[in-house]
């Protein structure tokens, strides 16, 4: 084998680490702005939930608030029923109870009304799955 060719064979090899060199650069420049971005992911994704958290706490304490509103005008309709009326108590707490029915069908029907519709597959597959935990399946 003649210097020229062996000579030749080197730098055949040198160009062929270069190019791997500098495609493993690019690779692992590629890699790392890939990791950045999912920590950025990462962290935004944790300040949703606390948000949405946060969010669900104020709802409950809401709702709560609200619960406390609706029995404290019950009260004060059982009242006036019984004082300004003049139903006796038996009467007044049965009607109390009817109404409640009433409103509570109506809710009821209008709120099934409202969730009836095509689901995507997905949506579907994730009630499925949380359905399953909560019961134990």
């Given at each position: 084998?003649?210097?020229?060719?062996?000579?030749?064979s080197?730098?055949?090899?040198?160009r062929?680490?270069?190019?791997?060199?500098a495609?493993?650069?690019?690779?692992?420049?590629?890699?790392?702005?890939?990791?950045l971005?999912?920590?950025?992911?990462?962290?935004?994704?944790?300040?949703?939930?606390?948000?949405?958290?946060?969010g669900?706490?104020?709802?409950c304490g809401?709702l709560a608030?609200?619960?406390?509103?609706?029995?404290?005008?019950e009260l004060?309709?059982?009242?006036?029923?019984?004082m300004?009326?003049?139903?006796?108590?038996?009467?007044?707490?049965?009607g109390?109870?009817v109404?409640?029915?009433?409103?509570?069908g109506?809710?009821?029907?209008?709120?099934?009304q409202l969730?009836?519709?095509?689901?995507?597959?997905?949506t579907?597959?994730?009630?499925?799955?949380?359905t399953?935990?909560?019961?134990g399946?």
């Open positions: 084998m003649s210097e020229s060719s062996a000579n030749g080197g730098r055949e090899e040198r062929r680490g270069l190019r791997l060199e495609a493993s650069r690019v690779t692992g420049l590629v890699t790392s702005v890939l990791d971005h999912v920590r950025i992911a990462l962290k935004e994704a944790d300040r949703e939930k606390r948000r949405l958290v946060g669900l706490a104020l709802l809401g608030a609200l619960l406390l509103a609706v029995l404290a005008g004060a309709l059982l009242l006036w029923w019984v300004l009326k003049g139903w006796g108590w038996i009467q007044a707490a049965l109390l109870a109404l409640n029915l009433l409103l509570s109506v809710l009821l029907r209008i709120g099934g969730t009836r519709g095509p689901y995507l597959p997905e579907m597959a994730g009630i499925t799955k949380t399953r935990a909560l019961v399946r």
